[in-house]
């Protein structure tokens, strides 16, 4: 489903004194199976607009597409609830989501929701558990007696479990250590590639951008400003930098190397940038 | 979930903001008893009259104060109803069944109506220009005398303090949890009754999770930093009366005898 925001504009609490306006004139498109990252400045209405994505709030100017759906700000909200089917969202902070007695439970209680039966629930359920590596003795366990870690993993299984076509996600590596960040960012990225999924990420980390993205988005004070490949995102790091963002460590590293003479152009992480330094020694080839 | 504007503090500038909490939560008090001396027309003119000057004051516009009746929208017709059919005298103006309107009773609906209005506005004027831990600064300086009789005053606006401090971050969380719910299919506010208790499930568990975590942890955090009950701790948000205060109470004074003095019109 490839999703399309048309002018789109939003404000918090519309016509109250404590109206805030988060998005202004919104454009830009996603391929459908794309990986997509969206960067910008803290308090840049990213979260804001995978909210509108989800249909949690009405946008209050122009026009979401969706697969065949439309949303503008005069959609009924009622039906907005079976358009969430396809797509799963994990939230900021998505532990705060879980409340069933055991792990498995709260896990299955998405796709129960969504349609699927007790014996289907439970299939998928072990799945995503599975896939996000818990261990099956914590299945019968209450996911108040987890660690931080962990709550976040079983969070992230009851997204997936719901099977969507969708994966929308809002800064999911969050407080995580930094082993527990690379293996969860690449399993959404194996499973975009397994299922096919259309993954939009939230993200701080220009690493993961540059190693997993095809499409990236730089939202700064409620608009987009720029869209295009990691390459043609990085390719002007002075600029990103006004924009309070940064490039992939391999990038900066890259960049450096080029100021100093070597022919290099901006690699994107360090296979890529190892790669082309050992191209240059003209040695075997990384792996 | 966060629109509610009774209760809700508007940051401004305006004389009426600078006034100390004390101030306002008293003329509060003194203008629920002193509004019942108006007994005609122009008594209610003149306590009009007042109260919009008062709003003004606040720089704030009369839409905030007028939202915030909303609310109490219902209880205020309900209350005008009653009026309306329990006074049975003067001149019948309809007679159905066992219901008699008379013009006592629309005269005396219409002062019920006037008067709960222009309570509810002026009071608003202190939730509205007041953070609302100046307020609980305010209710402990008032309630200190009670100390003598063994209240607890500090430790209870303590208590009143950390719970309206948390208000906003529950309602916050209250709405993320309600989104993400949301987003793994529940539909609040569809289907039954029952149904629709069933689908809070998963909003309330986590909330109150949470508030319960966020609570050991805050007093953890006292403990770790020396908090003990006590009455002779000093204070970071220190109440002080001014020379506006004086001119608010003054004001208020005269307010009073003028709308004692239209009894006699
Ligand atoms: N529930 C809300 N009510 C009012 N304003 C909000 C709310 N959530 C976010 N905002 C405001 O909207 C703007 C965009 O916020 P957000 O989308 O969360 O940014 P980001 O995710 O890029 O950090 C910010 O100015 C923020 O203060
Ligand atoms: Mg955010």
């Known amino acids: 489903m490839a999703i399309t925001f048309k002018n789109v504009g939003f404000t918090y609490q519309a016509g109250t004194p404590f109206a805030t306006p988060a998005l202004y004139d919104v454009n830009f498109n996603i391929p459908d199976h794309s990986f997509t990252a969206v960067i910008g400045h803290t308090g840049s209405g990213k979260s804001t607009m995978v909210q509108l994505l989800d249909g949690l709030e009405l946008p209050t100017d122009g026009e979401i597409t969706i697969g065949s759906a439309t949303i503008t700000a005069a959609t009924k909200r009622k039906t907005l609830n079976g358009m969430r089917h396809d797509i799963g969202m994990v939230f900021q902070f998505p532990e705060a989501q879980l409340f069933e007695q055991t792990v498995l439970a709260d896990v299955m209680f998405g796709p129960m929701n969504y349609g699927m039966s007790k014996a289907e629930a439970e299939i998928a359920a072990k799945a995503a558990l599975a896939l996000v590596q818990m261990p099956e003795s914590s299945y019968e366990a209450s996911p108040f007696d987890l660690s931080g870690g962990q709550m976040r993993r079983v969070a992230i299984a009851g997204v997936i479990a719901m099977e969507p076509e969708i994966l929308i996600l809002d800064e999911p590596t969050a407080g995580l250590d930094p082993a527990g960040q690379a293996d969860l960012m690449a399993l959404f990225a194996n499973l975009q590639k397994e299922r096919d999924l259309t993954v939009i990420l939230i993200t701080h980390q220009m690493e993961f951008v540059g190693q997993y993205a095809d499409n990236v988005l730089v939202f700064d004070a409620g608009s987009v400003v720029k869209t295009g490949t990691p390459a043609e995102i990085f390719a002007d790091s002075d600029w990103l930098r006004q924009k309070q963002l940064d490039v992939p460590a391999a990038t900066q590293f890259s960049d450096y190397l080029e100021a100093k003479g070597l022919p290099l152009h901006g690699a994107l992480d360090l296979d890529q940038l190892a790669d082309e330094i050992v191209g240059l020694i003209g040695g075997p080839t990384h792996e | ?265």
């Open chain 2, 1 to 265: 979930m966060s629109n509610m504007i009774l209760g809700r503090y508007l940051p401004g500038v305006s004389w009426v903001h600078r006034l100390d909490a004390r101030t306002k939560f008293i003329l509060s008090m003194l203008f629920i008893f002193v509004i019942f001396m108006a007994n005609n027309i122009y008594g209610y003119l003149f306590a009009t009259a007042f109260v919009a000057l008062s709003i003004i004051m606040t720089g704030l516009g009369f839409k905030v104060f007028f939202n915030g009746l909303k609310p109490l929208a219902m209880l205020m017709l309900i209350t005008t109803f009653l009026q309306l059919f329990f006074m049975n005298t003067g001149t019948v103006l309809v007679h159905w069944w066992i219901f008699t309107i008379t013009t006592d009773g629309v005269i005396n609906s219409v002062i019920v109506f006037v008067r709960f209005m222009l309570i509810i506005m002026f009071t608003t004027i202190l939730t509205l220009t007041t953070p609302p831990l100046e307020v609980a600064d305010a209710m402990e300086s008032l309630m200190s005398p009670l100390r003598k009789i063994g209240v607890p005053v500090s430790e209870l606006a303590l208590m009143v303090s950390i719970a309206l401090r948390f208000v906003p971050t529950l309602m916050d969380e209250a709405q993320s949890i309600m989104n993400a719910q949301r987003a793994r299919g529940v539909a609040f506010n569809e289907g039954g009754l029952i149904q629709r208790a069933k689908s809070y499930v998963p909003l309330l568990i986590p909330l109150f999770v949470n508030a319960i975590k966020r609570a050991i942890e805050l007093g953890d955090a006292m403990e770790a930093r020396g908090y003990r009950d006590g009455e002779h701790r000093t204070k970071f948000r220190v109440l002080k009366y001014t020379k506006i205060d004086g001119v608010a109470f003054a004001a208020f004074f005269i307010f009073a005898i003028g709308l004692f003095a239209t009894r006699f019109i």
